[in-house]
C-alpha cells in the first residue's frame, strides 16, 4: 500500500486553518459585552414622562440602544416607502 492509499485527504477550506473571522467577531463582541454589564451594574433613577424608576445602568443603555435600533428601522421604512411612491409617480 502506498502513503496516498493510506490517508484519505480532505478538501481545506480554501487554504484557511482555525475559526472564521466571524466566530472571532462573536466571541469578542460577547466579552466586551460581559466586561460592559459587570462594570455598570451600580442602580441610577431614572425619569421618563411620567415614569420613574431605578434602573441599572447597563440596563438603561441597552434599552436606549433598543429604542434607537427601532427609530432606524422606523425611519428605514419611511425612507423606503418615500423613494417607492416617488418611482412610482
Known amino acids: ?3 496516498n492509499e493510506e490517508f484519505d ?3 481545506g477550506a480554501r487554504g ?4 472564521g473571522l ?3 467577531l ?3 463582541v460577547a466579552a466586551v459585552t460581559a466586561i460592559f454589564v459587570a462594570q455598570n451594574r451600580e442602580r441610577t433613577q431614572i425619569e421618563f414622562l411620567f415614569f420613574d424608576f431605578s434602573s441599572r445602568i447597563w440596563t438603561a443603555i441597552a434599552i436606549a440602544i433598543v429604542l434607537g435600533i427601532l427609530l432606524d ?5 419611511f425612507w423606503r416607502r418615500a423613494r417607492k411612491n416617488k418611482k412610482n409617480d
Open 1 to 3: 500500500m502506498s502513503n
Open 9 to 11: 485527504e480532505q478538501p
Open 16 to 19: 484557511r486553518n482555525g475559526p
Open 22 to 24: 466571524f466566530l472571532l
Open 26 to 28: 462573536t466571541i469578542l
Open 73 to 77: 428601522r422606523l425611519f428605514l421604512a
